[in-house]
Every structure is written in structure tokens, then in C-alpha cells.
């Protein structure tokens, strides 16, 4: 009986570390950041369809993701599963960090503009130059200074494109810009062109590619 028992004891305790070595850690608050995707390309951002992401606008969507030394991976849920923060605050943490991780104006080095348009394409050495749309403070006086005019897309994680112009050329200079990085750079996002509303982004041309 006694033989039996120590055996039991044992099988529960090897069933008990496997399940700890198994078992996924929790994300460090500091490491979330938010990335932006689309559901028709988020499986290209490393982890699959099974990420933690909430709707943003149009076909576009947030992705919950973890800054790491290889870059940043999406989280997902089970990774949030014994989180006692919910979804939606860990998001708002996630948002909170960019913002710290990502103070620099819009206008400045890391923005070029077209040769044969008023466009205007914004790269930062980082991995969240397309999630700077989610930062309305880093917006709101471009679209003020402009009399509110402002059109942005992000066709991929590492550019956007955007314009204060509303002449017709530039228009469609957006639009093919934005067509062209979505076809041709790493982790896709969407060709969508994004109308300024004040204090956000709406969807003013799905401009999808021919």
C-alpha cells in the first residue's frame, strides 16, 4: 500500500512540473505593444490566425503584441489567459507603451515626400511606423495646420503614407503608393486610404488593388 501511494504521489508530482514547464508565461506589462493588421493578412504576422486583436477601422485591426530582442511577436490568447488585466485593458497598456516608445513628431527625417506629388511617406527605424496611426497627438495639428484635411494609409508595418492635399493628382498618387507598398513590403497591413475625422481615422476608399 505504502509502495502504491509513493508511486501515485510521484506520478502526480512529474504530472505537475510537466504541466509548469508547459504552461505559457504571462506578457510583462512593459513589453505590449499594439500593431496593426488586417483580417485578410494578419496570418502573415508570425503567429498564425489565433492572435489576441479587436476591430479598429474598416479592414483594419489592432494585433496585441510583445516587444522581444527578435522583434515584435503577437501574442496569442492563451498567453492572456491568466492575465487578471481583461483584453481591452491590456490593449490600453499596449497603446500606452507606444506612445512612450514613440514620441517623435511625424515631420522630421523620417519623412520624405514624393517626387511627383504632394504625398508624403513616413518610415521610422523601428517596427511601429504604421501603429503611430493608433496616436491621434502625433496627427491633430498636421490636420489642423491643413484646415483638416488629411488622408493617411498604412500599407505595411514599416510605412505610411498620407497627404494634406485633396487636388486629384495627389489623390491618386496616395492611392497607387499605397497599392504598391501593400503588394511589395514585409507584413502587409491593407491599401485602405483613411480620412482624418478630428480626433481619429475613418475609411474614405477601401482602394483595393486591381
Known amino acids: 500500500m505504502r509502495l502504491h501511494r509513493r508511486l501515485l504521489l510521484a506520478g502526480l508530482l512529474l504530472v505537475a512540473c510537466a504541466r509548469k514547464r508547459t504552461s505559457e508565461p504571462e506578457p510583462l506589462l512593459p513589453s505590449l505593444r499594439v500593431v496593426l493588421a ?6 502573415q504576422l508570425g503567429a498564425g490566425a489565433d492572435v489576441v486583436r479587436r476591430s479598429w477601422v474598416g479592414p483594419i485591426i489592432q494585433v496585441l503584441a510583445e516587444e522581444t530582442p527578435d522583434g515584435v511577436v503577437p501574442l496569442p490568447p492563451k498567453r492572456i489567459a491568466g492575465s487578471k488585466l481583461s483584453a481591452d485593458a491590456l490593449f490600453e497598456r499596449g497603446l500606452a507603451n507606444l506612445r512612450a516608445a514613440a514620441p517623435q513628431p511625424i515631420l522630421g527625417d523620417r519623412t520624405v515626400k514624393m517626387a511627383k506629388a ?14 503611430r496611426l493608433l496616436l491621434p497627438e502625433l496627427w491633430s495639428k ?4 491643413a484646415g483638416g484635411s488629411l488622408f493617411a494609409a498604412a500599407p505595411a508595418r514599416d510605412i505610411i503614407v498620407w497627404t494634406t492635399s485633396t487636388d486629384e493628382n495627389d489623390q491618386r498618387a496616395l492611392r497607387g503608393q499605397a497599392r504598391t507598398a501593400f503588394q511589395s513590403r514585409s507584413y502587409p497591413i491593407s491599401p485602405a486610404i483613411l480620412r482624418w475625422t478630428g480626433s481619429g481615422w475613418s475609411v474614405e476608399d477601401v482602394n483595393p488593388v486591381p
Open 142 to 145: 498636421l490636420a489642423a495646420d
Open 118 to 131: 504632394n504625398v508624403q511617406i513616413t518610415r521610422f527605424a523601428d517596427n511601429h511606423t504604421a501603429a
Open 38 to 43: 488586417s483580417e485578410t493578412t494578419f496570418g
